[in-house]
């Protein structure tokens, strides 16, 4: 089970850190990631990590804004988001499962909302 925290509402260039709770064991071997839906568009992808190795992956246009960690001993990962923009408002959810696109479990989401 995933619990997804942290949104909220902030201004454009405001930074914030999400955070993700997971109960019960996690493969070394799965990933866990981050994806957001935004109002009226589609769930898009934006970061991965490797549980065990610590192996990160964002999509391109997201890279130098995201960063994604994880802390294994309170099985917590984190999404940190720097310069915010109104189109990175979304809900924000994680999930964990054997990689990107093949996640297996999904939390409830948390809405983040960027106000220009």
């Known amino acids: 089970q995933l619990q997804a925290s942290g949104g909220g509402l902030v201004q454009a260039g405001d930074s914030l850190r999400l955070s993700c709770a997971a109960s019960?064991?996690?493969?070394?071997?799965?990933?866990i990631g981050w994806s957001r839906q935004g109002p009226g568009k589609e769930r898009e992808f934006v970061a991965n990590i490797r549980w065990g190795a610590g192996t990160t992956y964002y999509p391109e246009a997201l890279k130098g804004r995201l960063t994604i960690s994880r802390d294994k001993a309170q099985k917590k990962v984190y999404l940190q988001m720097d310069r915010l923009k109104p189109e990175d408002t979304a809900v924000y959810y994680c999930?964990?499962?054997?990689?990107?696109?093949?996640?297996?479990?999904w939390g409830q989401g948390t809405l983040v909302t960027v106000s220009s």
């Open positions: 019960g064991g996690i493969l070394s071997s799965w990933s």
């Open positions: 999930a964990a499962g054997k990689g990107i696109g093949d996640y297996t479990y």
